[in-house]
Protein backbone atom coordinates (compact mmCIF):
# COMPACT_ATOMS: atom_id res chain seq x y z
CA UNK A 1 0.00 0.00 0.00
CA UNK A 2 1.14 3.48 -0.80
CA UNK A 3 -0.11 6.36 1.27
CA UNK A 4 1.03 10.04 1.00
CA UNK A 5 0.71 13.15 3.58
CA UNK A 6 -0.70 16.24 1.91
CA UNK A 7 1.49 19.26 2.60
CA UNK A 8 -1.52 20.68 4.10
CA UNK A 9 -1.78 17.72 6.78
CA UNK A 10 1.32 17.44 7.84
CA UNK A 11 2.28 17.43 11.10
CA UNK A 12 4.29 19.72 13.70
CA UNK A 13 7.45 17.37 13.85
CA UNK A 14 7.01 17.57 9.86
CA UNK A 15 8.60 19.13 7.04
CA UNK A 16 7.18 20.50 4.00
CA UNK A 17 10.87 19.17 2.06
CA UNK A 18 10.65 15.74 3.84
CA UNK A 19 7.11 15.46 2.87
CA UNK A 20 8.18 16.25 -0.79
CA UNK A 21 10.81 13.86 -0.78
CA UNK A 22 8.84 11.18 0.60
CA UNK A 23 6.54 11.54 -2.00
CA UNK A 24 9.24 12.07 -4.92
CA UNK A 25 10.42 8.49 -3.45
CA UNK A 26 7.14 6.82 -3.43
CA UNK A 27 6.13 8.05 -7.49
CA UNK A 28 9.96 6.73 -7.75
CA UNK A 29 8.84 3.34 -6.45
CA UNK A 30 5.91 2.87 -8.63
CA UNK A 31 7.22 3.93 -11.81
CA UNK A 32 9.82 1.00 -11.18
CA UNK A 33 7.27 -1.15 -10.88
CA UNK A 34 5.66 -1.39 -14.67
CA UNK A 35 2.25 -0.73 -13.34
CA UNK A 36 -0.61 -2.59 -16.12
CA UNK A 37 -3.10 -0.12 -14.97
CA UNK A 38 -3.17 3.15 -13.24
CA UNK A 39 -7.24 3.79 -12.26
CA UNK A 40 -8.30 7.63 -12.01
CA UNK A 41 -11.26 6.79 -9.70
CA UNK A 42 -13.24 10.40 -10.21
CA UNK A 43 -15.25 11.13 -12.51
CA UNK A 44 -14.37 14.87 -12.27
CA UNK A 45 -12.13 15.57 -15.09
CA UNK A 46 -8.29 16.59 -13.70
CA UNK A 47 -5.83 17.32 -16.14
CA UNK A 48 -2.97 17.06 -13.69
CA UNK A 49 -3.88 13.76 -12.36
CA UNK A 50 -3.53 12.23 -15.49
CA UNK A 51 -0.16 13.92 -16.50
CA UNK A 52 1.05 12.29 -13.03
CA UNK A 53 -0.40 9.02 -14.29
CA UNK A 54 1.32 9.28 -17.49
CA UNK A 55 3.76 10.02 -15.97
CA UNK A 56 4.05 6.67 -14.11
CA UNK A 57 4.06 4.97 -17.56
CA UNK A 58 1.36 1.88 -17.04
CA UNK A 59 0.61 0.28 -19.99
CA UNK A 60 -3.37 1.58 -19.47
CA UNK A 61 -4.58 4.92 -17.81
CA UNK A 62 -8.26 4.01 -17.14
CA UNK A 63 -11.09 6.79 -16.08
CA UNK A 64 -14.15 8.42 -17.05
CA UNK A 65 -14.57 10.25 -20.25
CA UNK A 66 -12.89 13.31 -20.76
CA UNK A 67 -10.72 15.15 -23.18
CA UNK A 68 -7.51 13.22 -23.75
CA UNK A 69 -4.88 11.43 -22.30
CA UNK A 70 -6.83 8.01 -21.04
CA UNK A 71 -6.39 4.50 -22.90
CA UNK A 72 -9.69 3.53 -21.63
CA UNK A 73 -12.35 5.94 -21.39
CA UNK A 74 -15.88 4.85 -19.41
CA UNK A 75 -19.02 7.10 -20.74
CA UNK A 76 -20.30 8.83 -17.54
CA UNK A 77 -23.37 7.56 -16.29
CA UNK A 78 -24.49 10.32 -13.58
CA UNK A 79 -28.53 10.22 -13.65
CA UNK A 80 -29.18 8.29 -10.81
CA UNK A 81 -26.78 7.07 -9.20
CA UNK A 82 -24.18 8.15 -6.82
CA UNK A 83 -20.08 8.97 -7.31
CA UNK A 84 -19.24 5.57 -6.06
CA UNK A 85 -21.50 3.33 -7.75
CA UNK A 86 -20.32 5.25 -11.56
CA UNK A 87 -16.61 4.86 -10.30
CA UNK A 88 -17.62 1.03 -9.56
CA UNK A 89 -18.37 0.45 -13.10
CA UNK A 90 -13.96 0.28 -13.15
CA UNK A 91 -14.48 -3.03 -11.51
CA UNK A 92 -16.38 -4.34 -14.76
CA UNK A 93 -12.96 -4.20 -16.95
CA UNK A 94 -11.68 -6.84 -14.24
CA UNK A 95 -15.12 -9.19 -14.74
CA UNK A 96 -16.71 -7.40 -11.72
CA UNK A 97 -20.31 -7.02 -12.38
CA UNK A 98 -23.03 -5.24 -10.32
CA UNK A 99 -23.62 -2.77 -8.03
CA UNK A 100 -20.74 -2.25 -5.10
CA UNK A 101 -21.39 -3.51 -1.84
CA UNK A 102 -22.76 -1.89 1.43
CA UNK A 103 -19.70 -0.53 3.72
CA UNK A 104 -19.64 -1.82 6.86
Known sequence: MFVYTKAKHRGH???LPGILWRRLAMM????QMK???VIL???SPQPRVIRLARWLKPKRIIG???RGGLDVALPLDRQDSHEVEDV?????????D???RPAG
Not at 28 to 31: F, K, P, T
Not at 88 to 96: C, K
Open 98 to 100: GPP
Open 35 to 37: LDD
Open 41 to 43: ATT
Open 13 to 15: DES
Open 64 to 66: FRR
Open 88 to 96: FRVASLYGI
Open 28 to 31: HSLR
